[in-house]
């Protein structure tokens, strides 16, 4: 069977906005696996042929711009099929399987959110935020064949529905938790403390298989947290846990010496995991015992 004649299966996001990422094909390669990641700006405006224009009145009730569509196709090597009935059988046990669509969905993001990582590292922009499947205008799974595919269009293709699962009151609820800490922050009412942004990055590092920068985050982001939220809840649960993040504090320490020499080992991994997980949810009870 001819490369060109095979199906693969991919995951689609529609997203708003333009990436940094230039248009056109990526080639990821990751023990072994090979995943083409292809980046297309639809109805992006024409570019202005001058370099600079001048200020122009503003109309308060004109029509806000348009945004350009970001679509993001990711293709893995390992989803390829013979035959369209093979394709078919994958595509419909796939979405009927909701784990396994969300397993999908999140490699396919985590190729793009790698992707823009690098690129965010090379041009030395620290400005850069991460996808997200909820954030999308559309997600879908599908397949088609290699070139067709790698031009962003299907033979078959499933949308999914990534807002969903929750009740619209539940989901408003949620919605307002941090909105009214947002208010409340920045109304200088209350203060984040570094702890929450140190271990954001450690999370972030975390999901995307940067274990050497979430070891050395977590060094500093558990002696922050230790610092700050010593005593900030009146509960013994919250005791508890403290005690064990001090008692393990070496376990921090040695699996960020071990980052800046190498890799860490399997069991330092499990450590940075099992600490981030701890402190969060040290942070998460907090959050609600206060309000």
Sequence with gaps: MT???KLFGFVQLDLAGALPLADGRYVARDDGEETVLVIETLGAPAPSRRRRRRPRESDANGDPATLPLARVTVIRSTDSFA????????????????????????????????ALHVH????????????????????????????????????????????????RRQRREEALRPQERTAAILGGRE???????LLLRTRADLDAGRNREAALQLRIALDALLAELSGAVD????????ATLESRRDEATAAANSAIQGDLTATQLTQVEELTALCERVLRRRRVLKG
Excluded at 83 to 90: F, K, M, V
Excluded at 108 to 113: C, D, I
Excluded at 146 to 155: K, L, R
């Design 191 to 197: 203060q984040l403390e570094v702890c929450e942004t």
């Design 120 to 167: 965010a590292v090379v041009s030395s922009d620290p400005h850069q935020q991460a996808a997200s499947p909820d954030r999308a205008a559309a997600v879908r799974i599908g397949y088609g064949r290699g070139e067709q595919v790698a031009s962003g269009e299907w033979t078959t293709a499933r949308e999914l529905d990534v807002h969903g699962g929750a009740s």
């Design 83 to 114: 035959t369209a009935e093979d394709a078919t059988r994958w595509l419909e046990a796939t979405i009927g399987d909701e784990a396994a669509a969300d397993t999908l969905v999140t490699a396919g993001v985590a190729t793009l959110n790698r």
């Design 235 to 242: 509960d013994p649960s919250h005791s508890e846990d403290m």
């Design 3 to 5: 490369e060109a004649s």
